[in-house]
């Protein structure tokens, strides 16, 4: 079993930056894969947003960010990290952390971007 908690949402002003964070309990290892969704409001289905292994190795991201987002991991704190520069209001979301195997989920954050 693996127990996630997010953190760091809020509301921004278009441009401003903000970053997630998942800790992350229970059964963890290298291999885990983790990555961040996110749910438009009033959409049912959530976008995948960025993706990483445990150990932090082999980083991937939705293409359309185009590099404005960067997912890492700090294993001494347990913490999966989403660091979001210059949001834009389209980011507004709530945003899920998950991890693989076992397709565990957190309780997500949300994040408003005002324009």
């Known amino acids: 079993q693996v127990q996630l908690v997010e953190s760091g949402g809020g509301l921004v002003q278009a441009g401003e930056s903000l970053r997630l964070s998942c800790v992350a309990s229970?059964?963890?290892?290298?291999?885990?894969?983790m990555r961040w969704f996110r749910q438009f409001p009033g959409k049912k289905g959530r976008e995948f947003v960025a993706?990483?292994?445990?150990?932090?190795?082999?980083?991937y991201y939705e293409p359309s960010l185009n590099g404005r987002f960067t997912i890492s991991t700090d294993n001494a704190k347990n913490t999966v990290y989403l660091q979001m520069d210059n949001l834009k209001p389209e980011d507004t979301a709530v945003y899920y952390c998950?991890?693989?195997?076992?397709?565990?989920w957190g309780q997500g954050t949300q994040v408003t971007v005002s324009s």
């Open positions: 998950n991890a693989d195997p076992g397709d565990y």
């Open positions: 229970g059964r963890i290892f290298s291999d885990l894969f």
């Open positions: 993706s990483i292994f445990w150990s932090g190795d082999r980083s």
